[in-house]
């Protein structure tokens, strides 16, 4: 099967490839650094030429919400039309859990326009929302900093592994489309600002954590729903401690 991984260099991209690669799959790993470009359609029709199935976890490179949202529309309808045009039969996207009940933030609007265009698409489809990476943990609370002091929400979260979304990409790549959407999260729920505190105790960060339920997580206020999976979601294999104390190690 020939499957096409747009993002394909990038932290969940090249595991993915990497995974469909070993597994036998005639695998292109496409992204502007390969000379395929879905903003200005360069490479696409080369790019998907014979493909199955087209895997979608591109990022936007900018956080800012105009640019970001024109990112997501404008390389979303340029990667729909090239598979059309080719054939392939399977679309698989990645985005995120929470991403429509929280408005406020820009990204998450943006990954909404996404959804709906994939599912406007005459094209057989699957989308796989992920809570948020572990290792976007330190950016998290990077955001939240004034000097030494972090202010975060006690609402809950449910980190996830990058390498464990990869592997729900990778599978969910080569089954039959959903036609739907799947949510995949980590095994363990923590209140943010405790995660942070777990975070930068090992990393010896000696920055103090505050919780104030009227933190803002990139424009938005959180609850107990805002970052969870809901019932009948695809849990990952990996511990946050044990990845804590990975990312440690290597740090």
């Known amino acids: 099967m020939k499957i096409v991984v747009i993002g394909g260099s990038g932290l969940i991209g090249s595991n993915i490839v990497t995974r469909l690669r070993l597994n036998g799959h005639e695998t292109v790993a496409a992204s502007p650094g390969t000379g395929v470009n879905t903003l200005t359609g360069k490479g696409l029709a080369e790019a998907l030429a014979g493909a199955q199935v087209v895997v979608d976890v591109a990022g936007a490179p900018t956080f800012e919400d105009k640019a970001v949202m024109e990112f997501f529309q404008t390389s979303t309808r340029n990667l729909l039309a090239a598979e059309a045009e080719a054939g392939v039969e399977h679309h698989v996207a990645l985005s995120i859990v929470g991403s429509d009940r929280l408005p406020d933030n820009g990204y998450f609007r943006a990954k909404v326009a996404q959804e709906n265009l ?35 929400s006690p609402a809950l979260i449910q980190p996830i592994a990058a390498d464990d979304v990869s592997a729900a990409m990778a599978d969910l790549a080569v089954g039959a489309p959903v036609n739907g959407t799947v949510e995949v999260g980590g095994p363990d729920r ?11 105790a090992a990393r010896d960060d000696k ?12 424009g938005s206020e959180l609850d107990d729903r805002s970052l969870v999976t809901g019932e009948h979601a695809r849990i990952g294999a990996t511990r946050f401690h044990n990845w804590l104390s990975r990312s440690s190690a290597r740090g």
């Open 190 to 200: 923590f209140p943010l600002d405790e995660l942070a505190r777990k975070f930068l």
């Open 118 to 152: 994939i599912k406007a698409s005459k094209l057989p489809y699957t989308i796989l929302r992920s809570t948020q990476f572990a290792e976007f943990i330190e950016g998290i609370i990077n955001s939240s900093a004034d000097g030494d002091t972090v202010r975060l």
């Open 207 to 218: 920055r103090q954590v505050i919780a104030d339920v009227h933190a803002r997580y990139f």
